[in-house]
Every structure is written in structure tokens, then in C-alpha cells.
């Protein structure tokens, strides 16, 4: 249902836009987060967006680097992504929730996931 795209292979300072939309007709009622999973390691939160788009969050690893916006009126979500580092390395997931959450675990919609690989 939720359709992430634009990983791709980025040397270390440079961006990447990733994008997330879907078809449904309850996204402009949803959170939305990006969250990230590397090799061998947990997913972990990256950001998050509430419905209207004013309220967001950001782990400490990505603030200042990455933004995090959403087009209602185009069910999309964008994380910009900038200055890129090699630990940002990961595959990337968007996912939806009813409620303001930067919790894993309380999103109940998400998508394929698409792979950020930043070289040094």
C-alpha cells in the first residue's frame, strides 16, 4: 500500500530525495515516519510528520541533515536527505500511523523499503 522510492548508491556528502506514497484515501489523517534498518542492526526512527504537517521529529543522528514533508493533495511523503554519511547506510522504510508516534512498533502501515548506500 505504501510505495517508498529514490535509494540509491551517493557518495559521503551528497543527498539523496526519498519518496513514499500511497493510494489510499485516509492519508492526509496519518503520521507518517521514515525509519531505517542497516545490516545486522535494529530499525530505528529517522523522522516523523503529523497529519497537517506542522508537527515533526527527528533522531539526533539526522538533525540538521535530513527534512522530512508531505503533500496531502499528492499522498506523498519526501525525506531529504543531505550531507550524507556512510553510517546513514541502511534500507529505508516509510510507514503510517493513526497517532503521533516516533514508536516502531505502533506504526500499522508500511512500505517495501528502498536502499540508501553512501560510500566513503
Known amino acids: 500500500q505504501l510505495q517508498a522510492s529514490g535509494g540509491g548508491l551517493v557518495q559521503a556528502g551528497g543527498s539523496l530525495r526519498l519518496s513514499c506514497t500511497t493510494s489510499?484515501?485516509?492519508?492526509?489523517?496519518?503520521?507518517m515516519g521514515w525509519f531505517r534498518q542497516a545490516p545486522g542492526k535494529e530499525r530505528e526512527f529517522v523522522a516523523a510528520?503529523?497529519?497537517?504537517?506542522?508537527?515533526?521529529d527527528y533522531a539526533n543522528s539526522v538533525k540538521g541533515r535530513f527534512t522530512i514533508s508531505r503533500d496531502n493533495a499528492k499522498n506523498t511523503v519526501i525525506l531529504q536527505m543531505n550531507s550524507l554519511k556512510p553510517e546513514d547506510t541502511a534500507v529505508y522504510y516509510c510507514?503510517?500511523?493513526?497517532?503521533?508516534?516516533?514508536?516502531?512498533?505502533?506504526?500499522?502501515?508500511w512500505g517495501q523499503g528502498t536502499l540508501v548506500t553512501v560510500s566513503s
Open positions: 489510499g484515501r485516509t492519508f492526509s489523517t496519518y503520521a
Open positions: 510528520i503529523g497529519w497537517s504537517g506542522v508537527r515533526k
Open positions: 510507514a503510517g500511523s493513526r497517532s503521533w508516534t516516533v514508536r516502531a512498533d505502533l506504526y500499522d502501515s
